[in-house]
Nanobody, 122 residues
Framework: QVQLVESGGGLVQAGGSLRLSCAAS??????MGWFRQVPGEEREFVAA????????YYADFVKGRFTQSRDNAKNTVYLQMNSLKPEDTAVYYC?????????????????WGQGTQVTVIS
């Protein structure tokens, strides 16, 4: 049974940092991604990482602030979020995809975690 479990969300002041973790179990995936969602809006792409190469992809609004990494031995990916802004407040979801190409579309991801709340206060 495939399971993605996120952790690391919380409340932080603007300018602060958080590190999210996503532990996958049941199988490995080519691509692990992060999305975020606020109430009333669609889920949006944040970042993705390819398990084998470590290549990373980011949404423009997080470039230079967020960094993704992975620990293949633990089947876990991490999202280090620095210089957080109030507009980063959202539920962050980990997602997994076995497709050949890195997608920024949530519909292309096969498995999802339960989400973790990130709240940034000014």
């Amino acid at each position: 049974q495939v399971q993605l479990v996120e952790s690391g969300g919380g409340l932080v002041q603007a300018g602060g940092s958080l590190r999210l973790s996503c532990a996958a179990s049941g199988r490995t995936f080519r691509t692990m991604g992060w999305f975020r969602q606020v109430p009333g809006e669609e889920r949006e792409f944040v970042a993705a990482i390819i398990r084998t190469t470590g290549d990373t992809y980011y949404a423009d609004f997080v470039k230079g602030r967020f960094t993704q990494s992975r620990d293949n031995a633990k089947n876990t990916v991490y999202l280090q979020m620095n210089s957080l802004k109030p507009e980063d407040t959202a539920v962050y979801y980990c997602a997994a995809d076995s497709g050949l190409y890195v997608s920024r579309r949530s519909d292309d991801y096969d498995y999802w975690g339960q989400g973790t709340q990130v709240t940034v206060i000014s």
